[in-house]
């Protein structure tokens, strides 16, 4: 069983930075994809970083890309999300979240078995 705690929400000003961290992401059989999702009020879950988690693959969607870095830490089991420059309509509530294979697409949250409970990121401006 996998099980998932973020860590690092917190409120920041537009232009701001904040590190997220989720433990439990052991580079083992049962992990592949490692992901970080955000909801934000009124929408969508939406995937917005995504790795192979022991591999090269990394990917996010465009709107963070160049401002977002996601890593996983082998020795700390740990997934993080590195978020520079942050903006008002990216508050909301963060998740990380793990998959058991490599099928599905990597920001579809039902490629996703294992989440966090999430963490809150409020963007004032």
């Known amino acids: 069983q996998v099980h998932l705690a973020e860590s690092g929400g917190g409120s920041v000003q537009a232009g701001g930075s904040l590190t997220l961290s989720c433990a439990g992401v052991?580079?083992?059989?049962?992990?592949?994809?490692g992901a970080w999702f955000r909801q934000v009020p009124g929408k969508e879950r939406e995937g917005i970083a995504a790795?192979?988690?022991?591999?090269?693959?990394?990917m996010y969607i465009s709107s963070v890309r160049g401002r977002f870095s996601i890593a996983h830490d082998n020795a700390k089991n740990t997934l993080t999300l590195q978020m520079n420059d942050l903006q008002p309509e990216e508050s909301g509530v963060y998740y990380c979240a793990t998959s058991i294979t490599g099928h599905g697409n990597p920001f579809h949250k039902e490629t996703y078995n294992y989440w966090g409970h999430g963490t809150p990121v409020i963007v004032s401006s």
């Open positions: 052991e580079d083992t059989i049962n992990v592949y994809f």
């Open positions: 790795m192979v988690v022991g591999g090269r693959s990394i």
